[in-house]
């Protein structure tokens, strides 16, 4: 229906995550027609992007630089290592902005059905930083999923050893909730998990 | 087909498109069912906190494809959570329910020790006799069934001082070189696990039986678990 350069931005929309062949022709005509100055900005942004973000050598988030800034900040605790699932985990917290240590990014949790496995997840980086490195306390911030739990114990078992003080983020009622409204497992975790004043 | 408020436990979920969720349900009536759970990741009305595993729930959904639409999903009874080893060993039930049990089969036998099992990780109990009774009721209810006290080739008793070995389809057959003495299939057969070499005998033999079942890929959570404990 439309030229062969047209068709091929078209398709080449649809990658995005949500995108159908309606919002991606939507995308297309909106960048053509009206929006040609942002539509080069997008195309130049997205060639140097996708040239040159990696993934940082310590953390494994993304960065253009080999060390992210996080974990080539001075200020930042680096007897603190925090061990998240993915970059928007980071973001999360540091929009929360009470942590000051470093990060780890795991990029997935250990899942035996799908056959993800310690390997697949960095963990034998993340050990090895926790041996060269000075890391006193390691935090597991991993979803309160099972997975997430399986992984934070699998991470937790391994870094035992190393001397480390693991923990892990508590779970619980939300602040502003209301208690009536709140899902039973959530309750349990927040009893079995309370603690004196 | 319409089912409603079906007993289910979870044995898989896997994220879909940005909202929603399939997961894999195992129930007492129709068996395993894959059902897609719309909307199941919205943060207002989103009901993934139930889309776990080794929860037990009431669902209903509809569909005339293989792939059921959730229309609804409620606890039955307390929510559980797994600790620790528990918690693997959960996964190792749920990959072997995943791998063994033919879809839309019915298990109800099965499915309430599955649910007795769960149950009783939630507490500190010792695992391996719970995880082999559990294999042994899988086998069996697969049609796989092992007779542990008695001879497959003279249809006689097992005698505690013979040796026998494993043949997988038809059972022990006393043997000179066989590699398990009577006295440990004896205890297996009373569900007597207090000996070690009585449990690393039932080990060796309930994973070559469900070896033969489950082919050459080898079980993650069984691979995990043994990194886990090197």
Request: proline share 5%.
């Amino acid at each position: 229906m439309f030229s062969p350069l047209v068709d091929e931005l078209i398709s080449a929309l649809r990658v995005l995550p949500g995108v159908g062949p309606k919002s991606a022709q939507r995308m297309a005509l909106h960048l053509l027609e009206r929006e040609r100055p942002g539509a080069e900005r997008l195309a130049k942004s997205l060639e140097v992007c996708v040239e040159r973000v990696g993934r940082c050598q310590r953390c494994r988030t993304l960065t253009e630089e080999p060390i992210c800034g996080t974990c080539s900040n001075i200020r930042r605790d680096g007897s603190l290592l925090c061990v998240v699932e993915t970059p928007a985990d980071i973001l999360a917290i540091e929009q929360a902005g009470y942590y000051q240590g470093k990060y780890f990014v795991l990029l997935g949790h250990l899942s035996p059905i799908d056959g993800i496995g310690p390997s697949d997840i960095g963990i034998d980086q993340l050990v090895t930083i926790l041996q060269g490195d000075d890391i006193k306390e390691l935090i597991l911030a991993t979803n309160p999923t099972v997975e997430g739990e399986a992984t934070a114990h699998y991470i937790g078992e391994r870094a035992k050893p190393l001397g480390v003080i693991v923990s892990r983020i508590a779970h619980g009622v939300p602040l502003g909730g209301e208690l009536e409204y709140i899902d039973g497992g959530t309750l349990a975790h927040a009893f079995s998990s309370r603690r004196t004043l | 087909m319409r089912i409603e408020l079906q007993p289910a436990y979870i044995l898989h979920s896997r994220n879909y498109r940005d909202t929603s969720v399939i997961a894999d349900l195992w129930t007492p009536e129709y068996g395993r069912l894959s059902v897609l759970a719309k909307g199941a990741r919205r943060r207002k009305g989103g009901n993934k906190h139930l889309l776990v595993p080794f929860t037990p729930l009431l669902i209903s959904c509809r569909g005339r494809s293989e792939l059921k639409t959730l229309t609804h999903i409620e606890l039955a009874g307390r929510s559980v959570s797994l600790q620790q080893t528990m918690l693997f060993s959960g996964f190792y039930l749920n990959e072997l329910l995943l791998r063994l049990l033919p879809i839309a089969d019915p298990h109800t036998l099965l499915f309430s020790r599955y649910g007795q099992i769960i149950e009783s990780l939630q507490q500190d109990i010792e695992l391996e006799p719970c995880l082999r009774q559990f294999e042994w009721f899988l086998l069996q209810q697969l049609g796989y069934g092992l007779s542990f006290s008695v001879d497959a080739d003279l249809q006689q008793p097992v005698i505690a001082s013979y040796y026998y070995q494993l043949d997988v389809s038809r059972g022990f057959v006393a043997c000179g070189d066989g590699c398990y003495q009577g006295t440990h299939l004896l205890a297996i057969a009373a569900a007597d696990y207090s000996l070690a070499t009585t449990r690393q005998v039932a080990k060796q033999v309930a994973r070559r039986a469900l070896q033969a079942l489950l082919g050459s890929k080898p079980l993650n959570s069984r691979e995990m678990y043994r990194q886990m404990h090197v």
